[in-house]
Each structure stands twice: as C-alpha cells, then as structure tokens.
C-alpha cells in the first residue's frame, strides 16, 4: 500500500506540489497525467525518495519513507527515470545493476539467473553483450525497464517510459508491464503524456494542473469534463471494440 498525505515540494519559493492526497494498492497501474509542467516528475522523484518534499508524508505499507535507508528504498522502489544516462556496460551488465541492492562485492549464480530471465522476457536477450551506451533510445527504455524490476521492487516508478517508443514497441512494452504487475503483485505508478495509452493500460488516473491533483479517478469517473479542466481542452471519449480513447471535440457550425 503507498499512501500520499498532503505532499508539498517546492524549488525556493515557487511550489511545484501543493497538498497532493492519494493512496494506492497493489496490482494497480496508476497513470499521471497532465500537461506539461504539471508536476508528474517532480511527484514520481518524491515517490521514490529522490526529491525531498517541504511537507507532507510518504508511506509505504504503514512506514515513513524519510525514515528508510537508501538501500531499503531500492529494494522496494524501482524507478525508470525520463532521461537516462547509459555507462559503456554491456547490456547484461547495465541490468545487473538491479541487483546491487542484494549483494555486497559478487552477484551470486541466484542474480545472474534473474538477470537472464528478465532479459529473455524483455526480449532483449540478443542484446545481452551489446554496449548499452550503443543502443536506441527505445531499447535504452527496455533495458532500464528491466534493471528495475530485477530489483524485485513492491512499487515501481516510470517516468515517460514510453517517449522513444514506435507504436509496436510501445504496445509489447505496456503489454509486458501490465502483466508483470498482474503477475508479481507490484503497483505501477508512471507519468505519460499519451492519454491513450493510459486508458487502454491503467487502472487509475490522477490528473494534475499545476502541481494540484485535480483528480483520483478509474476509469468510470474520467469524464471529458475533468480532461478538459487539466488539460484546457475540450474533448469526447469514445469506445470502438472495447477500447475507449479520447479526441478533440469538433467545432460545429
């Protein structure tokens, strides 16, 4: 369970976070949206401890997260960053790392075989001894998708994780992480700018406007109305086979 009571950032005197109140269980995928400088990132860098809020409490099955140390947060958080820097490490490597938390100077046969079975299931096991500094920006995403969830993580931080991704990947990546959420138990919270996709992938939304949460809603409750308020757009939902997504609302007359 993460519970979010009231959470407040600001960078000197400008407040990029007023007052954020959620909870979220286990099994959920939680979508952020909002527009651009909303406050998505700055939420997902508070979440895993990154950022240090001015006010408010994290926590984190019933525990303050300020009160953890660093190497309890990475075996329970796992976050995929919007940029992400690469080392000239193979690809192997570069998802080991995930394991850092579990060992202190060898990884054990236990890791490298957790290692081989993410990246299989990632399909990046042909990359395995490619240098992960000379990959596409779309398999630098998978490759950080994996280093994190080999850490084994109860929550799992994404942000914009789909930004390079072409429509095909996109999809085999949001399939992938639905599943691994389904199957591990994990709760997913990640920030995208594609509405669509959250539809079709989230089971929850919580919109922003100017570092204010405008809205805690599943699917149900998304009303182009509360869209339109985030985003300053007006809008219509609608569904074709079961697949709802969102376009703007035509002039008439």
């Not at 369970?1 to 959620?22: C, E, K, N, P, W």
């Not at 942000?159 to 999809?171: C, G, I, M, Y």
């Amino acid at each position: 369970m993460l519970s979010v009571q009231h959470l407040t950032f600001q960078y000197g005197r400008r407040a990029i976070l007023s007052d954020v109140t959620f909870q979220a269980s286990p099994g959920e995928i939680v979508a952020v949206l909002g527009p651009n400088g909303s406050g998505k990132s700055t939420l997902l860098r508070c979440l895993c401890g990154i950022l240090k809020p001015k006010s408010g409490l994290i926590s984190c099955d019933g525990s303050n997260l300020a009160e953890f140390s660093a190497e309890k947060i990475a075996r329970m958080v796992g976050y995929v960053p919007q940029r992400i820097e690469t080392a000239p490490l193979s690809v192997f490597d570069a998802v080991l790392l995930g394991r850092k938390p579990y060992f202190t100077w060898f990884a054990s046969p236990d890791d490298f075989r957790k290692v081989e079975e993410m990246l299989l299931r990632l399909r990046l096991d042909s990359f395995a001894m490619r240098p992960a500094n000379q990959l596409s920006g779309g398999e630098t995403q998978k490759v950080a998708l994996a280093r994190a969830l080999v850490q084994e993580p109860r929550l799992l931080l994404l942000d914009e994780p789909t930004s390079a991704l072409d429509l095909k990947n996109q999809v085999e990546f949001l399939s992938t992480l639905r599943n691994v959420v389904q199957e591990r138990g994990l709760l997913a919270v990640l920030s995208l700018h594609d509405i669509n996709a959250a539809l079709r992938y989230a089971n929850r939304f919580l919109l922003l406007r100017e570092g204010r949460l405008l809205g805690d809603v599943r699917f149900n409750n998304l009303t182009p109305q509360l869209i339109e308020q985030v985003y300053g757009l007006s809008v219509e939902i609608h569904t074709s086979d079961r697949i709802s997504f969102v376009v703007e609302k035509e002039e008439r007359g």
